[in-house]
């Protein structure tokens, strides 16, 4: 995927950053106040929230995220890609900066995962056994596609904003490695 850029919305550098680049794909970290400021212009094929970034014991992201509702909704109408994991905190409006309802439930065990859409589930969790994978919870309402389940309870979804794509997830680990060569397929950059 030489080429293909994703941001990974963040405030410090993390192994994350490391991963996706091992993934064959460039990185860069998009800190909460370069995502809210009006200034900045970068140009993603993926943009990342990684587990946590509701919860302020590890992150302010969620602040920037709400600041930047309207961008992120441009960003997905021209054909971005959002990859977004769990919010790591009992609150259940920590998605509301999406362009669709989606509430979360937080409640960390492993967890027997069943695939209802299976090409996006086998690229998100295919490296991993279905039968015990972490999870951080559930999402109680989704206006999206149910891609894998705990039993009744959605853990990932899907949903199209215009030419772009949302994926929600509560694994609680890095995705497959073939996630983002999967996600990348036929898709350009947007800009953020």
């Keep these: 995927m030489t080429g293909v850029r994703a941001g990974l919305l963040w ?4 192994t994350f950053v490391r991963f996706v680049e091992d993934c064959g794909l460039s990185c860069d970290l998009v800190t909460p106040q370069l995502c809210a400021a009006p200034f900045f212009r970068g140009s993603y094929s993926v943009l990342i929230v990684p587990t946590g970034f509701a919860n302020p014991a590890y992150s302010r992201t969620l602040v920037a995220l709400r600041a930047s509702r309207e961008r992120l909704r441009r960003y997905l109408e021209q054909g971005g890609t959002l990859v977004v994991f769990g919010a790591a905190i009992d609150r259940p409006d920590a998605y509301d900066w999406l362009p669709f309802r989606l509430t979360y439930h937080h409640e960390h ?83 953020f």
């Design 11 to 14: 405030e410090t550098p993390t």
């Design 109 to 191: 065990a492993p967890c027997r995962i069943e695939s209802v859409e299976p090409a996006l589930f086998d690229a998100l969790f295919g490296d991993y056994d279905p039968a015990s994978i972490e999870c951080d919870g559930w999402f109680d309402e989704a206006e999206a596609d149910v891609v894998a389940t705990a039993g009744d309870r959605p853990v990932a979804v899907a949903h199209r904003v215009g030419n772009g794509l949302v994926v929600a997830t509560t694994i609680h680990e890095y995705p497959s490695r073939g996630f983002f060569s999967f996600l990348g397929r036929g898709r350009s950059e947007a800009v």
